[in-house]
C-alpha cells in the first residue's frame, strides 16, 4: 500500500503529433485536496481520464488508491468518482433514477441504492427535483446532481474536472460550500480549474500544468512566493518625478524599477519587506516628492499565473463556455 | 468481474428503454412511420399493384412493411449510441467499476426490445385493415422468430454506425440516404418481377426481399410462394435471409465491437 491516495510516474499521452501530457508527475496524499491549474488545452483533463482509467497513457504508471491502473482498472474505478468537465448526468432520468442507476451499477443492490439516492437527493437540496427528468434542471442542480453521483458508492478519492465551468457566480458559490463540506468528512479530491480563485480557495496544493507538464506546485502562497515576493510600489502626484523615484527606488530595492507612466507608478520587488518601505519612505520625504500612494503589496495568483505559464490568465468569468473546446478537443 | 456482467447489462438496459419512453418522437421510425406505410400502401397505391398470381394486396404488403421496419431498427441503435458517446454518459458507465462489455450489451437488448414494438403495432394496423394469417401455428412461430432473429443481427449494424459516426445527425444523414435503396429495391412493395433489368436482379439479392418473402411464405400470404425458375434466394428466401443474418453477425459483430471500443480509446 502507498501513503498517497494518488501517485503518477513520468505519464505521457499523445493525441496524434500533440503531447497532451509530457511526463506529468503527480502525488496527492490521502484527505488532500489538489487543484490541478492550467489553460485550456494544458491537459488537466487528460490527467484525469487517465487516472480514472477511461483512457490508457503512451506511458508512465499510476496509482490510485493503491491500485494500479493499468494492472487493476476495476479496482481502481471501484474507489473513485468521477464527474466529468460537462455534468454527464442523464436528461432523460428523474434525479432518484440518475442515482439509483450509479448505485445499481456500484453492486449496492436495488433496494440500498434507491435509499442512498435519496439520502443523496436530501444532502445536496435536490429532493424537490426528485422525480424531475434532469434535462429540466438548472445548470447548478445539475452540477450538484452529478457531484451526488460521484459520491453514491462512498469513493475514496473524487475527481472532479472543472466543477464549476458554465455557472453563474451564485451557483459556483453554492458548489464550493458543498465541496467544503466534503472536504471536512475527509475526501481526498483532486479538481481541475481555471481559476485561479477556485484553486486557492479549495485547494491545499495547487498543481500548475502547461503544455502537458507540471510547471509549478505549491500552495498558493509559495506560488506567490515563487513570482518574487513582495512588491514596492509607489503613485506619484506629478508625473515629472517619475524619473527622480525610479532612481530611489532602484537603490533600495537594487533592481531596475517597473516604471508605468499612465498610472505615474514604479514598481519592484523588494528584498527587505517592511524595512524598504520604510527607506522608501523617508527617502522620498527628503526628496520632496509628493506622492499619491506608496506600499508593499503581494502579487495575485494571477501574477503567478502570467509569469509561470506566459500567459494571461483567463478572466473568472464561470458562464464562460469557451471551457467546453478542451474536452471535445481531447475525446475525439 | 463478468458475474456481474448480466445484471449490470439489464441496468443499462432498462435505461435504454426508459429514454424511448420518455422521448416518443425518436420512436417514431418504430411506431408511427410503419402504421403510416401500412395505411398508405393499403389504401392509396395499393388499388394500382397487381400482385401476380392474385390474391390480396393488404397481405402481400404486410410481410414487406415488417421487412422494412426491421431493417430499418438499425438506426435506433446508432442513434441511441452516438448519442450516449456524445453527452459523456459513455465515460460515466466506463468509469463504473462494470464490465464494459456490458455497456455495448445493453444497448443491444434495448433496442432488440424496441424491436418488438413495431412489429406488435404493425400486426395490429395490419389485422385492422385486412391482413390475415392462413398458416398453422409453427409456422406463425417461425415467422415471429424470424423476424426477431433479423432484428438482432441488423442491431450489430446500427452498433458499428453508431461506433464510426460521430453525432446522431450524422446517422440520421446516413440513414436517409441508405434506407431507401436498401428497402424499396426489392419486394417490399412489389413483387420483384414486376421491376426492370439490373433493378430486378438487385431486388432478388436483396435480403429484404428475402426477409419479406419468407414472412410471407411463413404466413400464407400472396408472394410467399416463388414462381417455378427464380433465382435461388427467391427460391430458398427463409435459407436466404438465415445465412444473412448469420453472416451480418459473424462480420459485424466483431467489427463493431471493434470499432466501439477504438471510438471510446482516446
Known amino acids: ?332 | 468481474m463478468s458475474n456481474t456482467f448480466l445484471s449490470d447489462t439489464w441496468v443499462i438496459a432498462r435505461r435504454g428503454l426508459k429514454h424511448m419512453r420518455r422521448q416518443p418522437e425518436a420512436l417514431s421510425d418504430a411506431t408511427i412511420q410503419p402504421v403510416m406505410f401500412v395505411l398508405l400502401f393499403a389504401f392509396v397505391f395499393g388499388g394500382a399493384i397487381a400482385v401476380p398470381g392474385g390474391g390480396s394486396y393488404k397481405e402481400f404488403l404486410m410481410g414487406g412493411i415488417f421487412a422494412q421496419t426491421i431493417v430499418f431498427g438499425a438506426f435506433g441503435v446508432a442513434m441511441s449510441l452516438s448519442a450516449d458517446r456524445n453527452n459523456g454518459a459513455i465515460d460515466r458507465f466506463h468509469s463504473l467499476p462494470i464490465p464494459r462489455a456490458s455497456v455495448l450489451a445493453g444497448h443491444s437488448v434495448a433496442n432488440l426490445i424496441r424491436a418488438l414494438l413495431p412489429i406488435a403495432f404493425m400486426s395490429a394496423t395490419g389485422f385492422v385493415v385486412g391482413w390475415r394469417i392462413h398458416s398453422g401455428f409453427l409456422d406463425i412461430l417461425g415467422a415471429y422468430g424470424l423476424m426477431l432473429g433479423f432484428s438482432f443481427a441488423i442491431i450489430w449494424i446500427g452498433v458499428l454506425l453508431g461506433s464510426l459516426v460521430s453525432t446522431p445527425e450524422a446517422v440520421q444523414g446516413v440513414a436517409f440516404i441508405a434506407i431507401f435503396p436498401i428497402t424499396f429495391i426489392a419486394s417490399t412493395f412489389v413483387p420483384t418481377s414486376t421491376l426492370p433489368g439490373v433493378l430486378k436482379t438487385i431486388a432478388e439479392w436483396n435480403p429484404t426481399s428475402s426477409l419479406a418473402n419468407s414472412l410471407r411464405h411463413l404466413f400464407g400470404n400472396p408472394g410467399g410462394i416463388a414462381p417455378p425458375g427464380s433465382v435461388w434466394p427467391i427460391a430458398h428466401p427463409i435459407a436466404y435471409t438465415l445465412i444473412w443474418a448469420v453472416a451480418i453477425v459473424v462480420v459485424c459483430a466483431p467489427l463493431a465491437v471493434l470499432q466501439y471500443q477504438r471510438s471510446i480509446k482516446s
Not at chain 1, 268 to 290: D, M
Open chain 1, 1 to 332: 500500500m502507498t501513503e498517497n491516495a494518488i501517485e503518477a510516474h513520468g505519464l505521457v499521452k499523445r493525441y496524434g503529433d500533440k503531447r497532451a501530457l509530457d511526463g506529468v508527475d503527480l502525488d496527492v496524499a490521502r484527505g488532500a485536496v489538489c487543484a490541478l491549474l492550467g489553460p485550456n488545452g494544458a491537459g488537466k483533463t487528460t490527467a484525469v481520464r487517465v487516472l480514472t482509467t477511461l483512457t490508457a497513457p503512451d506511458a508512465g504508471t499510476a496509482t490510485v488508491a493503491g491500485h494500479d491502473i493499468a494492472r487493476d482498472p476495476v479496482s481502481v474505478r471501484r474507489s473513485l468518482g468521477l464527474a466529468a468537465q460537462d455534468a454527464t448526468v442523464d436528461g432523460l432520468l428523474t434525479g432518484h433514477e440518475n442515482l439509483t442507476m450509479i448505485g445499481e451499477l456500484h453492486h449496492l443492490g436495488r433496494k440500498v441504492a434507491r435509499a442512498r439516492a435519496d439520502e443523496l437527493l436530501e444532502q445536496f437540496s435536490l429532493i424537490d427535483a426528485r422525480d424531475k427528468l434532469a434535462r429540466d434542471f438548472s445548470g447548478g442542480m445539475r452540477r450538484r446532481l452529478d457531484l451526488a453521483a460521484t459520491l453514491v458508492a462512498r469513493p475514496e478519492i473524487l475527481f472532479l474536472d472543472e466543477p464549476t465551468t458554465g455557472l453563474d457566480p451564485r451557483a459556483r458559490n453554492d458548489l464550493w460550500d458543498v465541496l467544503d463540506q466534503l472536504v471536512a468528512q475527509g475526501s481526498t479530491i483532486l479538481l481541475t480549474t481555471q481559476y485561479l480563485e477556485e484553486a486557492d480557495r479549495l485547494a491545499d496544493d495547487i498543481v500548475v500544468v502547461d503544455h502537458g507538464r507540471v510547471i509549478a506546485r505549491g500552495d498558493s502562497r509559495a506560488l506567490k512566493r515563487q513570482v518574487g515576493g513582495d512588491q514596492l510600489h509607489v503613485v506619484v502626484a506629478d508625473r515629472a518625478d517619475l524619473d527622480a523615484v525610479a532612481e530611489i527606488v532602484e537603490r533600495i530595492a537594487r533592481t531596475a524599477p517597473t516604471v508605468d507612466a499612465g498610472a505615474r507608478s514604479v514598481s519592484a520587488p523588494a528584498e527587505g519587506g517592511v524595512a524598504a518601505i520604510a527607506e522608501l519612505a523617508h527617502a522620498l520625504t527628503e526628496a520632496e516628492i509628493r506622492v499619491e500612494d506608496l506600499g508593499l503589496s503581494q502579487p495575485t495568483l494571477d501574477d503567478a499565473f502570467l509569469t509561470l505559464t506566459g500567459a494571461p490568465a483567463p478572466a473568472p468569468a464561470p458562464s464562460d463556455v469557451e471551457t467546453q473546446t478542451e474536452t471535445v478537443e481531447q475525446t475525439r
